[in-house]
């Protein structure tokens, strides 16, 4: 992760929500030279209005004094594939086990297929496990 100044996140943040300094300092009831000192590190917020500065920026107050900046969060379409790529690979040992238990039943089934269809289940399962999804 990359280091990153209180001063820096500021800049970066109000940039994000399309604010000058004039227009943040409004906000804050301070001056826009002081929100110019805390983007170049020259001063700090008062500790008081570290919240409000926080809900301004859209953020919270530890991201805003962490000194690393917070890893950027999936796309919104990645994360919908990941779980649906976890829905599949626990329905799978699901249908594995269904398709072993009918066949069973039905007679149509030998030993060397019960044991291919429920190793297909039992990787499947271990992938999602292995992929933290399983906890």
């Known amino acids: 992760m990359e280091q990153q100044t209180m001063g820096a996140r500021i800049a970066a943040l109000r940039k994000e929500k399309g604010m000058t300094q ?5 906000q804050m009831n301070v001056t826009d030279k002081a929100v110019s000192k805390w983007e170049r590190g020259k001063a700090a917020p008062d500790i008081h209005s ?8 859209g953020t919270t107050v530890d991201a805003l004094l962490t000194e690393t900046a917070p890893p950027p969060a999936p796309p919104k ?13 626990r329905a799978i040992p699901l249908a594995m086990g269904v398709a072993a238990v009918v066949l069973g039943i039905l007679k149509e089934l030998d030993l060397q297929t019960a044991a291919i269809l429920l190793g297909i ?3 499947c399962l271990s992938i999602y496990l292995l992929d933290g999804e399983g906890n």
């Open 22 to 26: 004039l227009e943040l300092a409004a």
């Open 50 to 57: 570290i919240p409000k500065l926080a809900r301004l920026l």
């Open 77 to 89: 379409a990645a994360s919908e594939i990941h779980r649906i790529i976890g829905l599949i690979l």
């Open 121 to 123: 289940g039992v990787v």
